[in-house]
């Protein structure tokens, strides 16, 4: 699984553009589906299993984008200014590379930086691709980036850009491997545009209609030094998300998912996001409404290149959505 969440990450695929990133997860999942589907906004729809009498139809949804940038002028001097696709964080950009779609590098440089602590926005900000004219520079306006940055391990943890989603759409992928038999009508949906707001749950999940919805997603943490105050840590388990800014999760979801990691022995944490969201409020949002949740994968240093989770937990998220999908499912 490691060799796989390798080429996840490093394989660029900012919103809108997901068609490297879906050919990866195509040919993953190929074998293992009983019908696959690419709608029209390019989500990748694989079903497993059909509906029994105690089954149900559900959709769980990994984004396979990944924030990123795109080009909006080229100076004479060959200098590329940007604006972000996704959340961006300032703080994060200068001195970092982008590799554009067409494979070619880029560092991230700034305007004069008055005072050392104040971060200047990315419209003080240029790619460098290494031109010295507009004229020999070959990005154009419109031309995509993400940041480049290669996975390394530390223990059990893992640091990579593009964790957010990509350890998801990782977790998917084996979960469609190993689910050998259940009751439901099973839709894994690897989505796209969610960093720019959850556009193509949107659609995937108008078209897929399911009864119980799942998100997986990876979430803040409250464990680093002076940090945002909230109870999720790396390697306590996979986090059930209760709120977040974008949703409340239907409790009859939540202690569903909390019984059964109880049932299971798999650790788990209780997740309150003051700031984010996920395809999971795409889900419950449409037609009349469904049931929804999100399964949390905890994650340092989120939207910024150096995207940090702990291998465990993504173990734990993977046997707790096996044993979510196993049996009849009763909402009380
Ligand atoms: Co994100
Ligand atoms: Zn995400």
Redesign the pocket.
């Known amino acids: 699984m490691k060799s796989l969440i390798n080429k996840l990450t490093q394989t660029p695929g900012p919103p809108g553009y997901e068609g490297q990133i879906r050919q990866i997860v195509l040919a993953e999942i190929k074998d293992y589906a009983d019908e696959i589907r690419v709608d029209n906004l390019g989500n990748l729809i694989a079903r497993k299993g059909s509906k029994s009498d105690k089954g149900k139809r559900i959709m769980l949804a990994a984004?396979m984008d990944?924030?990123g940038v795109i080009a909006t002028h080229i100076d004479e001097d060959g200098f590329i200014r940007f604006t972000n696709i996704?959340?961006v964080f300032p703080r994060y950009a200068p001195g970092g590379r982008v590799r554009f779609l067409d494979g070619t590098p880029g560092v991230i440089g700034t305007e004069k930086i008055e005072s050392s602590y104040k971060v200047p926005p990315l419209s003080k900000m240029y790619i460098d691709v290494g031109a010295s004219s507009q004229k020999d520079c070959h990005i154009n306006v419109g031309d995509v980036a993400v940041f480049e940055r290669p996975l390394t391990e530390m223990g059990d943890r893992m640091v990579s850009k593009a964790m957010?989603?990509r350890i998801s759409v990782a977790i998917l992928i084996e979960a469609l491997k190993k689910l050998k038999q259940t009751p439901h009508e099973i839709y894994f949906v690897f989505s796209v545009q969610?960093?720019v707001g959850v556009r193509g749950a949107t659609t995937a999940a108008f078209g897929v209609d399911p009864e119980i919805g799942l998100a997986i997603?990876?979430t803040r943490t409250g464990d680093t030094p002076k940090g945002i105050t909230m109870e999720v840590s790396l390697g306590s388990g996979p986090a059930i998300k209760v709120k977040d800014s974008g949703m409340i999760s239907d409790p009859r979801v939540v202690d569903w998912m909390v019984k059964t990691a109880q049932k299971a022995k798999i650790p788990y944490q209780l997740e309150v996001l003051e700031r984010?969201g996920t395809d999971a409020r795409a889900i419950q949002l449409t037609r009349s409404g469904v049931p929804a949740g999100c399964l949390s994968i905890p994650c340092r240093y989120?939207?910024s290149p150096s995207e940090m989770v702990d291998f465990t937990d993504v173990e734990n998220a993977l046997n707790l959505l096996l044993a979510l999908l196993k049996d009849p499912i009763v909402l009380l």
């Open positions: 984004h990944e924030i996704g959340g957010d989603d969610e960093e997603d990876v984010g989120v939207h």
